[in-house]
């Protein structure tokens, strides 16, 4: 659809919030309702809530990883072609990337770019311009979840990989992966959507988290281990701010992220010049699929969270034989069977 007269001149970060205004209000309206749902007295424990992350996660994991993969690769348009230039070390794979989120390459099947990632060389400096880690979230939502769970890495990745197949998520992790791959300048609207969110409804999400009784967030493993029960992470969590509460917050910053705002902000009113005309209906039309997305997996939310837990494949219960016991079980039973067919081999071997 051709720009209207005019908006070319608007800032991008106009043309985003106008186009997205509608789907942006029905999505914060969805939210703060389902939020109720989660929170006491409606919920005995943070199973919703550890829902919603898990289902969160994966989205930020998706898109930060692509453009931590872009500005590795050194190719560009005008580049490719050359065969001196396309050194292995270029092809940016999941399983030898540095800046990707640790323990979380199980989603590599999703995220996996098996070639050279080629971008213009204005589309290279928006997304470098643009890039601040300081706004990164997908570590501070994992610590979140081994918070509010007590579960391991490796636990906490086999859950992120159920909720990476739920219809709705991977619908939208394959679209952000070919999105971005074909027209990687949208990532521009990823970050504002995406992180600017966190400091305008995030921060009133965050203040009604931190309301909430701090016993809320003592993870399964407290609950059922009495040494640890005034001890684990998310009791810890809790005492210094009303929960585990990484993914709301920038505490590595002076001013809880105010700077990093700010920067964003005005970073990108000194880059998005190097957008054609084409390349900013593309950022707003991603705009618009990005809440689109996040309206339909709200929805699909509904159905995992209202389902019982027999037919949930996907929903997480905390209320159940704590995860990380479960899986210290599986290690012990595993190493008996390796016993025993050591003892077994030796016996044939007699």
């Not at 230039?85 to 399983?95: H, L, Q, T």
């Not at 909720?163 to 609207?189: C, D, G, K, W, Y």
């Amino acid at each position: 659809m051709p720009a209207k007269t005019g908006e070319t001149d608007r800032p991008l970060s106009v043309l985003i919030n106008t186009a997205t205004r509608s789907v942006h209000t029905k999505l914060n309206k969805l939210v703060v309702s389902r939020l109720s749902l989660a929170l006491p007295p409606k919920a005995e424990d943070a199973s919703n809530y550890v829902s919603g992350l898990l289902h969160i996660t994966p989205i930020y994991i998706a898109f930060e990883s692509i453009w931590s993969k872009i500005l590795q690769s050194r190719v560009t348009v005008e580049e490719e072609d050359d065969p001196d230039n396309a050194d292995s070390s270029d092809i940016c794979d999941p399983e030898t990337a540095q800046s990707g989120p640790a323990d979380l390459q199980t989603l590599r099947d999703i995220l996996r770019i098996p070639h050279p990632i080629t971008v213009h060389p204005r589309t290279r400096s928006l997304l470098t311009n643009l890039h601040l880690p300081g706004l990164a979230r997908s570590r501070e939502l994992q610590k979140d979840i081994v918070s509010l769970t007590g579960w391991s890495n490796r636990t906490v990745t086999e859950h992120l990989e159920d909720a990476a197949e739920s219809p709705t998520l991977s619908e939208f992790l394959h679209h952000i992966n070919q999105a971005t791959e074909t027209r990687p300048h949208v990532l521009t609207a990823y970050a504002w959507v995406l992180y600017m969110a966190l400091f305008s409804g995030g921060r009133i999400i965050r203040s009604t988290l931190q309301s909430v009784p701090p016993d809320f967030w003592v993870p399964a493993s407290a609950a059922h281990h009495q040494s640890a029960s005034r001890t684990g992470p998310g009791v810890a969590a809790a005492a210094a701010g009303g929960g585990p509460l990484h993914f709301f917050s920038f505490a590595s910053t002076p001013d809880d992220g105010e700077e990093l705002k700010t920067t964003f902000k005005q970073r990108l009113v000194e880059s998005e010049a190097l957008l054609t005309g084409a390349e900013r209906e593309d950022v707003v039309q991603e705009a618009r699929n990005i809440f689109g997305f996040m309206v339909r997996l709200v929805t699909e939310l509904d159905n995992v969270c209202d389902t019982e837990e027999s037919d949930a494949s996907h929903m997480v219960s905390l209320r159940s034989r704590d995860s990380v016991v479960i899986e210290k079980e599986r290690r012990a039973l595993a190493r008996l069977a390796r016993k025993v067919a050591e003892e077994a081999k030796r016996d044939a071997g007699r």
